[in-house]
């Protein structure tokens, strides 16, 4: 008993033809002798040949196959994100080569192997950082790329995203119109245009409503539920006056709530607490999370079905797409 797959060699063997004449009758493609033909496929029906499908696609000048690059599973939104594609993309019969930016270099040289052996038909990428203008170049080269964008625009190809500074204004709207006057900000790292985005449209709400934000109740930090827990603790320890809570996204909120409740303040009645994302975490904290609900299921969604458009013919956007935020309000601000 054979105990190693049939290959196309083997076929091409006992038919007495090359491995190009056995893909040519595989994929129909070519002018052939009928009885070569025939005897091919004779020799296919005999052995128990099965060409694997990216065999075949790969003949036919695709795998149907998507990319996606990203930069790592362990931000809290991306997993919405890729969820979001993979529905898209396997409702039309594709599959999604996932690739992340775990190990740094190492983790782009591996991906690097990917376009190189055109393992995939297009791409999809949230950008990890210092990677944009290579991006750029497979997508100059003619790799069709749709970046998820959370950082602000990017002109040079097409990209999803989403309205972080009108989110974050909706956030200081209802704030303000709780009565909130003094919003400790516990932002993400400043170099990231999403959060340049909402430190803007949280300004501009209270601008608006005649008030100024206090620079000691801004902090830098990262998007952790361990650095919400160390900002909000710091802010504590100092004794800073603030009513309001807004974290630039879910996780860090949620490590601010916990150091609330531990220091005695009474969430809302004390400080009201507003997030951002809106994951199905948002909705399991204690007391759950008002949020900026991000729409990043859709716009995995959306950067895959035009992707999936455009192997069908239909052009690329040639303009951002740009996926509204919205206000989901729970008992982290209004009991």
């Not at 033809?17 to 091919?40: F, H, P, Y």
């Not at 192997?113 to 003619?142: C, M, N, R, W």
């Not at 204690?286 to 959306?302: C, N, S």
């Amino acid at each position: 008993m054979r105990s190693v797959p049939i290959t196309i060699a083997d076929v091409a063997l006992r038919a007495g033809v090359s491995k190009t004449t056995v893909s040519r009758v595989i994929n129909g493609k070519g002018e052939l002798d009928e009885a070569t033909a025939a005897r091919v496929r004779a020799v296919i029906d005999e052995l128990g040949y099965v060409p694997s499908a990216r065999a075949v696609n790969l003949a036919r000048g695709s795998t149907r196959v998507v990319g996606m690059l990203v930069p790592s599973l362990t931000w809290p939104w991306v997993g919405q994100v890729l969820q979001g594609a993979v529905d898209a993309v396997e409702s039309q019969g594709y599959g999604l080569l996932l690739s992340t930016c775990n190990r740094g270099v190492e983790s782009m040289r591996q991906f690097a192997t990917h376009v190189s052996a055109k393992s995939f038909d297009g791409l999809l990428v949230i950008e990890p950082e210092g990677t944009l203008d290579y991006i750029a170049e497979l997508h100059d080269q003619g790799l069709p790329v749709v970046l998820i964008d959370d950082r602000g625009h990017e002109p040079r190809f097409p990209s999803v995203g989403t309205t972080n500074r009108a989110g974050a204004r909706a956030a200081a709207e209802h704030l303000v119109g709780l009565g909130r006057r003094r919003p400790l900000v516990i932002a993400g790292p400043y170099r990231f245009g999403c959060v340049q985005e909402r430190l803007g449209g949280f300004t501009d709400g209270y601008a608006a409503a005649g008030a100024r934000l206090d620079p000691a109740l801004l902090f830098e930090g990262a998007f952790t539920y361990e650095c919400g827990q160390a900002l909000a603790g710091r802010a504590v320890a100092e004794g800073l006056d603030f009513d309001a809570v807004f974290a630039h996204n879910d996780v860090m909120a949620a490590g601010a709530l916990r150091v609330l409740r531990e220091s005695g303040r009474r969430v809302p009645a004390d400080v009201a607490v507003v997030g951002f994302d809106d994951l199905p975490l948002a909705a399991q904290t204690e007391p759950p999370l008002t949020a900026v609900r991000q729409p990043v299921r859709e716009m995995g969604a959306v950067a895959a079905r035009a992707l999936l458009n455009h192997f069908n013919g239909i052009p690329l956007p040639t303009a951002p797409v740009v996926i509204p935020t919205t206000l989901t309000v729970r008992q982290s601000t209004v009991a």
